[in-house]
């Protein structure tokens, strides 16, 4: 799926590493970093220092003490839209905040009823999260438009241009992705009002507190028409090792997996720790124990498990095997004391899968173990699904003017690009799944260090937010 990297890139980049630690050299190795400020297309200045500052300043836009936490219209969230809304106003767009909390900044450009270009990411976090997951989009995003504002040819752009920062893409506090972005697209039902997080407090009440006053109606005149878009793109870091591997920058994304979220909820017979025999327990956490178990063997070796029919196929279970992952990422006790039998145990289960039909087809293999497994054990299980999408594959012309704006801005800093753009699939959901049920989407990957995501070790080389700005700038200046 990748192209071999030279000899030469590979020593280019162990150098660019190593040089980078020192703020001066630029991605590869050919040209220094003092050479390259010194060319008025490629606005250092805007799409790297500038960049770079507002990443680190938003990072520090937080509800946790000691580590990074924005959720869903939180404070922190509250106080990010208002920095996001300035930094939009500053690059000559027209700004507004919808119901969902989303942040809207629009250029109409040279024909205001022509199809518009949505193009942003997320700006809410998970807890202890890195500063670069979905901020790194909105911000490449509002420099590239800054940077053509400060050479005047805002207004000459082809269509209009919108920036949306999403207010939730990951779904930390009521448990359910893509507030935000689903909300555009006009995929969320309007029951999703009704959701509750862990305190009972409902999606609508939430709102209400944030003074935002929302009915069934308004949530669904949030969508978009989409004879209104022309299609989505979104930057964002890469959040796994290969273009650290292959010695790249950027990458064109292929397609993103699709994903399933479960609640599994164990009930059994809560008791004394020290004074009912083992024989006679009903113990619910003895059998989440024994189904997350399960879950990993099930994932790890689908072939073993799954039965091969019209619906799965050999190369189905083969697509399985390269791209299957499966997460149990929480679980809880009632009433949470060591000396107590758990009367119930909750955990949750992330299914992620290229393949859609395979997916399934672990959904209802897990589903069926689990319920065994409650039986042998005389405890009841209730299986919730909290969330489903769709695996997407992006648009074939969007990846293709993405990957020359790719070799535009990276020839621009490099001089010569010896090898393709890498092209690779989305193990992680992003919005663009939300907003391919309205229109066509397509991705850009950047490097990040070590593939690492959802952790403060979290990090992008300042030079390679420079090369995702350039290049979502030569994505817009040649629109068509």
Not at 294 to 307: A, D, I, Q, W
């Amino acid at each position: 799926m990748f192209s071999t990297t030279t000899t030469f890139l590979h020593s280019c980049f162990l150098l660019s590493c190593l040089l980078s630690a020192l703020s001066c050299v630029s991605m590869f190795s050919g040209i220094e970093t003092g050479d390259l400020e010194k060319r008025d297309d490629l606005f250092p200045q805007i799409l790297r220092d500038e960049a770079v500052a507002r990443l680190y300043e938003l990072g520090k836009v937080s509800d946790g003490k000691n580590y990074l936490e924005r959720t869903f219209l939180s404070p922190a969230s509250m106080r990010a839209i208002s920095l996001i809304r300035r930094w939009m106003e500053d690059a000559g767009l027209r700004t507004w905040v919808d119901q969902m909390g989303n942040v809207h900044g629009r250029v109409d450009g040279a024909n205001a009823n022509a199809e518009a270009l949505l193009i942003g990411s997320h700006m809410d976090t998970v807890v202890d999260a890195g500063m670069f997951d979905g901020s790194l989009g909105i911000v490449s995003a509002i420099s590239a438009l800054k940077a053509m504002h400060v050479n005047g040819k805002l207004e000459k752009l082809k269509r209009p241009v919108e920036v949306i920062a999403f207010s939730d893409e990951e779904g930390v506090r009521f448990q359910t992705t893509f507030l935000g972005s689903g909300a555009i697209a006009g995929i969320l039902p309007a029951t999703t009002l009704e959701i509750s997080d862990k305190r009972d407090v409902m999606i609508k009440d939430f709102l209400k507190e944030n003074s935002i006053d929302i009915t069934e109606e308004s949530l669904l005149k949030l969508k978009y028409d989409p004879k209104s878009v022309w299609g989505y793109v979104e930057v964002h870091i890469e959040q796994g090792p290969v273009l650290e591997q292959v010695g790249f920058p950027l990458g064109v994304v292929k397609g993103i997996a699709g994903q399933t979220r479960l609640k599994v909820t164990v009930r059994g017979s809560q008791g004394h720790a020290g004074t009912v025999p083992m024989s006679m327990r009903q113990d619910p956490m003895a059998a989440a124990a024994e189904q997350i178990v399960v879950l990993e063997s099930l994932c790890k070796h689908p072939e073993e498990y799954l039965s091969y029919d019209a619906h799965c196929s050999d190369s189905t279970v083969k697509s399985l095997s390269s791209s299957l992952v499966c997460t149990v990422g929480e679980i809880s006790t009632w009433p949470s004391a060591s000396n107590v039998i758990p009367g119930q145990v909750t955990y949750t289960v992330d299914i992620r899968a290229i393949d859609d039909l395979g997916r399934e087809a672990v959904i209802y293999d897990l589903s069926k173990q689990i319920y065994q497994i409650c039986d042998k054990r005389s405890v009841s299980c209730i299986i919730e699904h909290k969330h489903d999408a769709g695996a997407v594959i992006c648009d074939s012309d969007l990846s293709s003017q993405l990957k020359s704006a790719t070799y535009s801005a990276l020839k621009k800093m490099e001089g010569d690009i010896q090898d393709e753009v890498p092209t690779l699939m989305s193990g992680a959901g992003h919005d663009a799944m939300a907003i391919s049920h309205l229109t066509k989407v397509g991705m850009l990957f950047v490097r990040c260090r070590g593939g690492i995501s959802h952790s403060p070790q979290e990090h992008v080389l300042d030079n390679d937010v420079w090369a995702a700005g350039l290049a979502t700038l030569s994505f817009l200046e040649n629109l068509s």
